[in-house]
């Protein structure tokens, strides 16, 4: 009888198989701690109030936003749609 020859792939499985598994799962470890730990990014939101502010006081729009019509732009002196909001 003879003896049939194991392929590369399945030959390195078995030699290090072992080593290629703890080797993942270390990897794995890590990154879910990496990611479970809170981040500090210096932004204290324990008073759980947000106050928002207005850029500028008594602001009046110049132009609108439009991004189904066409504006004039005067700066550039073209048409073209106007997809922010002028104060």
């Not at 502010?53 to 002196?77: F, G, I, R, T």
């Amino acid at each position: 009888m003879e003896k049939k020859k194991e392929g590369k792939f399945k030959n390195f499985c078995k030699r290090f198989g072992a080593l290629g598994l703890a080797c993942v799962l270390s990897v794995a470890i890590a990154l879910t701690i990496a990611f479970a730990l809170p981040k500090d990014n210096g932004i204290d939101v324990s008073n759980g109030v947000v106050d928002f502010h207005l850029p500028m006081e008594n602001a009046e729009v110049v132009k609108d936003y439009a991004d189904y019509k066409l504006q004039y732009n005067d700066s550039l002196e073209r048409w073209d749609c106007h997809l922010s909001v002028d104060k």
